[in-house]
């Protein structure tokens, strides 16, 4: 039987993939699925991955980065679970000690909290020449990676953002949040239109981000794009006159489409440029 490793980040579209996966590819292939935690996720990205591994009857191996001291130690992982799970950016946080502040210009939080502590969990398991399910759709197409190692069946299978949608107000349950909020609550790689609907309706998601650019931010640049802190992005949500980012989870790919490129402040697609999809 081949192996595969399921990507599974929390959000909706990687969570109808493993489901479907589960469904039609368990007598087929030997299948891990991953959840890899940072400890900045949402609170309701936990809860939804831990309900739908119940509901679908899927395990799930949730993983931290274990950030090992010394040059030339690379990240391990370390097993964790609903209970257990950082939930004060903890992981982050030893990420940046040993590396740096991540920013635009130094992504390594995708590289240290999601890729090596989801290879390091593969090497352990006997998974390090599995193929990766990746949850891009058949709408996103422009974001798959050519490396061989990767699949993509939701572009296999035609699956777009409405049909996902669609699925999810079937269920009984759904992930609790804002589509423009994401999984990672303040990622810099949101456009800045959703960082300042973030920082007007829940300010407090910037804290831990704050706390390290005063510690860090002498050696490092800070968090975001254009050299903006936190403070700055908290200030302009203030005091700013802005259209606020709306929630997609419920509208149709031609809407988002609209809403997506007719706004100057969405300078990136959010976190679809980011780590969600592993």
Request: net charge negative.
């Amino acid at each position: 039987m081949d192996k595969i490793q399921v990507s599974f980040s929390g959000g909706e579209t990687s969570a109808y993939m493993a489901q479907r996966i589960w469904s039609e590819w368990k007598d087929e292939h030997e299948l891990i699925f991953v959840f890899a935690n940072t400890g900045e996720e949402h609170e309701e990205t936990l809860k939804f991955v831990n309900t739908c591994s119940i509901y679908f009857g899927f395990d799930v191996i949730w993983v931290e980065a274990d950030v090992q001291d010394g040059k030339g130690n690379g990240t391990k992982h370390k097993i964790v679970d609903y209970e257990t799970a950082s939930r004060k950016g903890e992981p982050f946080e030893r990420v940046i000690e040993k590396y740096q502040l991540p920013s635009p210009s130094a992504p390594i939080c995708t590289r240290e909290l999601k890729i090596r502590p989801m290879d390091s969990l593969s090497r352990e398991m006997g998974f390090n020449k599995a193929k990766r399910a990746i949850g891009i759709r058949a709408d996103e197409i422009d974001r798959i990676n050519p490396d061989p190692q990767f699949i993509y069946p939701l572009v296999k299978w035609g699956v777009t953002k409405p049909q996902i949608n669609g699925f999810w107000e079937s269920m009984p349950f759904r992930l609790n949040i804002k589509s423009y909020e994401g999984n990672c609550k303040v990622c810099f790689k949101k456009g800045l239109r959703k960082l300042m609907t973030i920082a007007q309706d829940n300010p407090e998601w910037f804290d831990n981000v704050k706390r390290w650019e005063e510690k860090y931010a002498h050696e490092y640049h800070p968090m975001f794009r254009n050299y903006m802190t936190a403070n700055d992005i908290i200030d302009m949500a203030q005091s700013n006159d802005f259209e606020r980012a709306k929630d997609d989870r419920y509208k149709t790919w031609e809407y988002i489409q609209k809403d997506i490129f007719g706004n100057d402040l969405d300078t990136s697609n959010g976190c679809v440029e980011g780590c969600e999809i592993i």
